[in-house]
């Protein structure tokens, strides 16, 4: 079915709203001189700028290991939560299936407060010295990140056949062979987009992790934000098109793994 004139009009105008203002963006990371308004020229001196920029790397360093702790926890929570809806049944199942998606849609914002209330509560922001003081963030990640990766994986599950769990019952394999040998090889492929999409949701969040971090503690959006307060510079601009850069490739890489092979 073709598209009319109008709905392509329509496509094509909300697709220069969303990517538009991204494309200027990265457009202007490579201009010549400090004005992000006026066209100077081509150069890379403010990706220079930024790689000898020691809080960018030290925030980005913070990011990367928070999203890599994030993402293993989320991996085999969401991974877990996900076969024991789709493995066992006992009472309030469908209440626990409703309750994985809270994170999901309710907004960042009133998850950030909470996450700060109980981490106040408990002295995690405050009694932690750096670099333990990222496990907090860690956590918080964690808490709205690992419903996505149960997501994937039980889609996954949904179409998985269930007698090959019966027959390898009826070859004489119990059940951590059969997990192991059988359920978690068919499933890799949604697990490592699950992974992939919660690297992605960790390493970019700002709104939890500014209500979450500590003192001594600065994430790479954190950061950024903290910067564009005063002014803003080629030099964020290219800082923010590598932290896009990463981002498509993991979607993109997310999105391979969990499109059906055929």
């Not at 989320?74 to 199942?93: D, P």
């Not at 009826?170 to 919660?198: Q, S």
């Not at 960790?202 to 950061?223: K, R």
Request: glycine letters at 6%; charged letters at 10%.
């Amino acid at each position: 079915m073709r598209l009319s004139l109008p709905l392509k009009l329509v496509l094509g105008a909300a697709l220069l709203v969303l990517y538009a203002p991204i494309a200027v963006l990265i457009a202007f990371s490579f201009n010549a001189g400090r004005r992000v308004s006026v066209w100077q020229g081509f150069s890379f001196d403010w990706y220079v700028r930024a790689a000898n920029d020691a809080r960018l790397i030290e925030a980005f360093g913070n990011s990367l290991t928070i999203a890599a702790i994030a993402t293993v926890i989320s991996t085999l929570l969401g991974t877990a939560t996900a076969i024991a809806l789709w493995r066992f049944s006992f009472r309030g199942k469908s209440v626990l299936f409703g309750l994985l998606g809270v994170p999901v849609v309710v907004p960042e914002i009133c998850l950030g407060v909470a996450l700060l209330i109980v981490f106040a509560r408990t002295g995690l922001m405050t009694a932690l010295p750096y670099p333990a003081s990222l496990l907090p963030i860690a956590l918080a990640h964690v808490a709205f990140a690992f419903p996505f990766v149960a997501i994937v994986v039980r889609a996954r599950l949904a179409g998985f056949d269930p007698r090959l769990i019966e027959a390898s019952r009826d070859l004489g394999a119990g059940e951590w062979a059969t997990l192991t040998r059988v359920l978690l090889p068919l499933l890799r492929p949604a697990m490592v987009a699950g992974a992939l999409l919660a690297f992605t949701l960790s390493l970019d969040d700002f709104v939890i992790t500014f209500f979450t971090t500590g003192p001594g503690t600065t994430t790479f959006p954190v950061l950024v934000y903290s910067m564009v307060r005063f002014s803003v510079t080629p030099e964020i601009n290219a800082a923010s098109t590598v932290l896009i850069a990463v981002t498509l490739a993991l979607a993109a890489l997310a999105y391979k793994f969990q499109k059906p092979s055929t």
